[in-house]
């Protein structure tokens, strides 16, 4: 059974950094891109960047470019996403998703989710 | 503002046939596979259809895809109470270079 596991709800101050993670299993990890989208409080999904885990190649949406890193460890089977320094305006639901079997895909599957309240 | 276009709500009474419209342009669902997303309240999103109009397993029958030139639309046959949900439009985009998605369109089953 393919399933993609995020890390738990996160509560951060302004200034602070954070990465956030998304563990696979059930399928090969490195066949298969992983991409972050972010949900704002009752709005619809913005794709951020996506990570290919077999070389760890990432691209980003103009969005948030600059904004967060996306890293993988192929080893660990995990995704992650991070921020240097969290904004009130991060304050959102990231999932990571995976790609289908072709390579300009969407996505056919979803962690569950990681909630992210950044606030003072 | 979402690249693709959907209607931001729709709603039915149970057993009737809905349908939800998502339109682009030719560097998204023009030129690429369109695939739709079912969220539930506070869950995460679902794959309901993909490649335009497959169904993977498990998704009832009453779901299907469809698409002509740079739009595309999701029906419901037979819409029941547990269909209420926001449903996303999505396509990979040669432009971005990555996947774009509709507004959604929150479903009412009246």
């Known amino acids: 059974e393919v399933r993609l596991v995020q890390s738990g709800v996160e509560v951060k101050k302004p200034g602070e950094s954070l990465r956030i993670s998304c563990k696979g299993s059930g399928y090969s990890f490195t066949s298969y891109w992983i991409s972050w989208v972010r949900q704002l409080p009752g709005k619809g999904l913005e794709w951020m960047g996506r990570?290919?885990?077999?070389?760890?190649?990432?691209n980003y949406s103009p969005s948030f470019q600059g904004r967060v890193t996306i890293s993988g460890d192929k080893s660990m089977s995990t995704a992650y996403l991070h921020w240097s320094s969290l904004e009130a305006s991060d304050t959102a639901m990231y999932y990571c998703?995976?790609?289908?079997?072709?390579?300009?895909?969407?996505?056919?599957?979803w962690g569950q989710g990681t909630l992210l309240t950044v606030s003072s | 503002q979402s690249v693709l276009t959907q209607p931001p709500s729709a709603s039915g009474t149970p057993g009737q046939r809905v349908t939800i419209s998502c339109s682009g342009s030719?560097?998204?669902?023009?030129?690429?596979?369109v695939y739709w997303y079912q969220q539930l309240p506070g869950t995460a999103p679902k794959l309901l259809i993909y490649r335009n109009n497959q169904r993977p397993s498990g998704v009832p029958d009453r779901f299907s895809g469809s698409k002509s030139g740079t739009s595309t639309s999701l029906a419901i046959s037979g819409v029941r109470s547990e269909d209420e949900a926001d449903y996303f439009c999505?396509?990979?985009?040669?432009?971005?270079?990555?996947?774009?998605f509709g507004g959604g369109t929150k479903l009412t089953v009246l």
């Open positions: 990570i290919d885990p077999s070389d760890s190649y990432t």
């Open positions: 030719s560097s998204n669902i023009g030129s690429n596979y």
């Open positions: 999505a396509a990979w985009d040669d432009t971005l270079y990555g996947p774009v």
């Open positions: 998703a995976r790609h289908g079997e072709e390579h300009y895909s969407c996505f056919d599957y």
